[in-house]
């Protein structure tokens, strides 16, 4: 429905024409009117067969209007392009498209015989045609069917009278007015007619069967011909009233039974001679037969006796007339029985030779054609009246003379009258008569074997399919209501479910024979229609509903609207299922969750592979990876499934969000696992993938959560969810990184010890440099460890800080290694400048003697490399090592408890246990610090 089908189109068209010519025709710029051949009022011209071309032309001109060069015209322009002879000679319209048509060809064409006529390019600009000589078989043909026109009477739109209407407009390229699209997904499960019965048959006889039945009610009355008071033609007034003026004019209509029939010839678009003809015909039957209703007889044969050829202006229109009444009674009583022929069998083929001889019989001479045609109706009426009051159903449904035996006719004609009760101007609309209509259908019930039940299901099925055509909402509202009377199979009445048992119908449907029941006929198509829209919800409710996510109130009332569309489908679908799921004889324990749960998982795969399938497009211009953008693409997808499409399926499956989540999470896994199997390394695939794929799963968690709480989450993910395992797959690879930079610190730190002169970097800055550029280093180091997005744990963390501490240890041991002990100084260290009180107390006692020890020559070129001041420098090192190093424990520890915060705070492994946030990181460093103060006290 996003786009303007063929029958929107064709509709706009037609009220385009319609107003343009009522515009030309009202406004007097057209003097006179000459009837077209056949024709004795504008009402017997389908003004869909004018050509507008040629009405604008004499409009101009001043000319009279001659409707049947109008016509004629119209259908000529179907076949060729349109020609004029004004402007250039050289001037010319195509029908093909010349890029496809080829060169020009090279030779001449033949030349034009000297006593040929010169073709006519325009409308003549006068009312009489020109004497055009034609060969003597066409000349000897009957003036009905003579190419030439009898004598036109010119008619001025002041002085039109209604005389006797005839069918010659009615011709077989006529199109019906109603016309389907989609035929393949919202037609019948019902047998084609053998005879080849037209919509426009159809809907012909069901208005003789709605005369019929008011003719029972005594409500038949033949309209007398009056002549026209208004200066306006009816048929202007009908092309060109607005939906105001339509109204209007219907309150104005005649009362009672004699009105509403008026409105249903009009919907049903019958002429108003084929309506006398039709009321005459069964008046005429009903003569002589005392205590016998109108809704008893055979109608079709009936009217074939009471109806003489006389009564037909157009020889055509009477044998396509026939035609129909010989091809209803074929198809009721011979095609599709469902009571057996018993006996009667053997008249099957007399009944068809009958049939034969009253079309042979139009051949004859008119004496013989009378005779035979009287004769085979006598034999006809004995024949076709045993056929149509056989027994076995009329206990059923009431039925008294069930002429269309085969129930699919019967259906096709209550459908046809069914139709009626949409207005003209505006199809996806009830026209204001509508309950008068539906009760007088109530009065065909008899003729057409109808029950309540099936009336229900007749009226669900026409009023859906004009929702399908027209998108009116309004439409689904009465759809559901008559679904929703449909019985029960045990609530319903013995004779009612033989009845229905007995409406079956084989029809040919994906190359086989398959069996129908009345009710998978009819509701089949629609369930079909539903489901093909809620397997792809995303798709058909998408553009309609996607206002919700915006906040203001004009979006909403939108989203809303969107909204209802879809739980009234949703609704129609129960509906159709429940029905259709008693005639399969299944028992379904939770049909309508099961039903959601397929439309769930169909249209959340369908949306997600479209999604994948985009982002594969979209990879060769982005720059990041594909399987990043789509997880950031089903985040979008789930938001819109949980805040759009989940709050209306949660009114049948109550875990709908829940089902959508873990689905999304199991397809992305599918995409995903390929990728983990093989990311060994900290690359930039790696560090693009791991934080979108981690944050779409802990978004899905979110939504799990919120519909079944945290204690039914534990549960889920053990039954349900296979977890990507981000984090532990990302500590890997992050363990690997973290080594390989903390070997890569270590070679820094040793390289800066040992490139160290052990001078001060200035007065103010008494340390050495090389303690600057390892904090450098390590500082360096921790911003690239923190960057990455990709999910850590407290371990990674663990290793990293033990790397660092480590660092800062093998620093403190070089910087202290040339520094000897004080038992290798010579001479030895005094007294005075001992540390331990007892040597203080012997001060003043005798000295012992000791022995001095022998220096080796290392350690004695040390003690005298290493100056005062160098030694200064190397405990100043130390000293702002160990004061530096509470800010970066300060600052390691600040920049993991932000990293923890801002994440999701459900995060949850499949046992349940919960992930601590924030560890204390203040007592990473000990190892440091003692090895540091130990150096400063050797020192």
């Known amino acids: 429905m996003d786009e303007e089908n063929p029958v929107e189109l064709l509709q706009r068209y037609r009220r385009d024409r319609h107003v343009l010519l009522n515009y030309i025709l009202s406004g007097n710029l057209i003097k006179k009117v000459v009837m077209p051949p056949g024709a004795i009022s504008l009402d017997d011209v389908d003004i869909d067969q004018v050509s507008v071309d040629y009405v604008l032309n004499c409009a101009k001109k001043g000319d009279p209007l001659d409707l049947g060069d109008a016509i004629r015209l119209y259908h000529d322009s179907l076949d060729y392009p349109y020609v004029d002879n004004t402007g250039d000679v050289e001037g010319f319209y195509l029908l093909t498209r010349p890029e496809y048509s080829g060169s020009a060809p090279t030779r001449e064409p033949p030349p034009v015989p000297a006593a040929a006529p010169l073709p006519v390019v325009v409308p003549p600009p006068v009312v009489e045609q020109p004497q055009i000589a034609v060969p003597s078989s066409v000349a000897n043909l009957p003036k009905s069917l003579s190419l030439d026109s009898p004598t036109e009477k010119e008619l001025t739109i002041d002085d039109i009278e209604d005389f006797e209407d ?20 919202i037609s019948l499960r019902l047998p084609l007619f053998e005879t080849g019965i037209t919509d426009d048959d159809l809907r012909e006889t069901a208005y003789e069967i709605l005369v019929a039945a008011a003719g029972a009610s005594g409500g038949l009355i033949v309209p007398k011909k009056e002549k026209k008071k208004e200066k306006r033609h009816r048929l202007m007034r009908k092309l060109g009233r607005s939906k105001s003026e339509s109204a209007e004019s219907q309150t104005h209509r005649q009362p009672g039974l004699v009105g509403l029939l008026e409105i249903l010839r009009a919907q049903l678009e019958i002429t108003e001679s084929m309506d006398i003809r039709t009321r005459q015909g069964l008046l005429n039957a009903m003569v002589g037969k005392v205590g016998k209703r109108m809704d008893n007889l055979l109608i079709p044969l009936e009217l074939l006796c009471s109806i003489s050829r006389a009564e037909f202006s157009d020889m055509k229109a009477y044998l396509r007339w026939q035609k129909r009444q010989l091809n209803m009674l074929e198809e009721g009583l011979i095609n599709y029985p469902v009571v057996g022929f018993g006996e009667l069998g053997r008249k099957v083929n007399e009944l068809r030779n009958l049939f034969r001889k009253i079309e042979e019989s139009e051949s004859l001479s008119p004496s013989a054609a009378e005779v035979q045609r009287t004769e085979c109706l006598r034999s006809l009426r004995e024949v076709a009246t045993s056929f149509s009051e056989r027994p076995a159903r009329g206990d059923l449904t009431g039925e008294v003379c069930h002429w269309a035996d085969g129930y699919h006719l019967n259906a096709a004609l209550y459908e046809k009258m069914l139709g009626s009760v949409f207005d003209t101007l505006d199809e996806g609309k009830l026209t204001e008569e509508v ?9 065909t019930w008899r003729i057409l074997g109808i029950t309540e039940t099936i009336h229900d299901t007749c009226y669900a099925w026409v009023l859906f399919r004009q929702f399908v055509f027209t998108g009116e909402q309004g439409l689904l509202k009465v759809v559901i209501e008559h679904l929703r009377k449909i019985p029960l199979k045990e609530q319903r009445g013995p004779q009612e479910r033989l009845h229905l048992k007995s409406l079956r119908s084989s029809v040919d449907a994906d190359d086989s024979c398959q069996d129908f029941t009345f009710f998978q006929s009819f509701l089949s198509p629609v369930q079909k229609w539903v489901d093909k829209k809620l397997n792809d919800y995303h798709l058909h409710f998408s553009e309609a509903m996607s206002d919700l996510l915006f906040t203001t109130e004009c979006c909403n009332t939108y989203a809303h609207k969107g909204s209802s569309m879809m739980v009234d489908i949703i609704t129609v679908a129960m509906l159709t299922r429940r029905i259709l799921g008693e005639e399969n004889d299944k028992a379904m324990e939770s049909p309508d969750r099961d039903q959601i749960d397929r439309y769930i998982t169909s249209s959340v795969k369908s949306a997600f592979m479209k999604i994948a399938h985009s982002v594969e497009i979209k990879a060769d211009t982005s720059h990041e990876h594909v399987l990043a953008s789509l997880a950031e693409e089903t985040k979008k997808l789930l938001k819109i499934e949980t805040n759009i499409f989940s709050p209306v399926l949660s009114r049948w499956h109550p875990q709908a969000a829940v089902l959508s989540a873990s689905l999304l ?19 930039e695939d790696v560090v693009s993938v791991f934080p979108a794929a981690d944050s779409l799963e802990q978004y899905i968690m979110s939504v799990m959560a919120s519909v079944v709480g945290d204690d039914g989450l534990d549960s889920l993910c053990r039954q349900k969810l296979v977890p990507y395992e981000i984090e532990s797959k990302s500590g890997t690879v992050v363990l690997r990184w973290v080594n390989g930079q903390l070997e890569r610190v270590e070679t820094w730190v040793k390289r800066a010890a040992e490139q160290e002169t052990w001078d001060p970097i200035s007065p103010q800055q008494r340390h050495g440099g090389s303690i600057v550029e390892v904090y450098r280093i390590i500082e360096e180091t921790a911003d690239q460890f923190f960057a990455f997005k990709v999910p850590m744990r407290i371990g990674e963390l663990n290793s990293f800080c033990r790397g660092i501490d480590k660092a800062f240890q093998i620093y403190t041991q070089l910087v202290t290694q040339p520094i000897v002990d004080k038992e290798d100084l010579v001479p030895p260290v005094p007294v005075l400048t001992r540390y331990k009180k007892e040597l203080g107390i012997k001060a003043f006692v005798k000295k012992e003697i000791q022995e001095v020890r022998p220096v080796d020559e290392r350690k004695s070129s040390e003690i005298v490399q290493l100056t005062m001041s160098k030694l200064c420098v190397r405990l100043n090192s130390l000293y702002y090592a160990i004061s530096q190093l509470g800010k970066l424990e300060d600052s390691i520890s600040e920049r993991w408890a932000k990293r923890q915060s801002d994440k999701i705070n459900i995060r949850r492994s499949m046992n349940g246990k919960s992930k601590g946030i924030v560890s204390n990181q203040k007592n990473q460093f000990d190892g440091s610090r003692k090895e540091i103060n130990a150096a400063i006290d050797r020192g």
């Open 166 to 185: 005839d069918e010659g407009e009615f011709d077989s390229r006529r199109a019906s007015r109603r016309h389907q699209t989609d035929a393949n997904d």
């Open 435 to 443: 309950e008068e209509i539906l009760e007088l259908l109530k009065s």
């Open 665 to 683: 999470h199991k397809l992305y896994g599918n995409k995903l696992g390929p990728f983990l199997e093989h990311s060994e390394h900290l690359t």
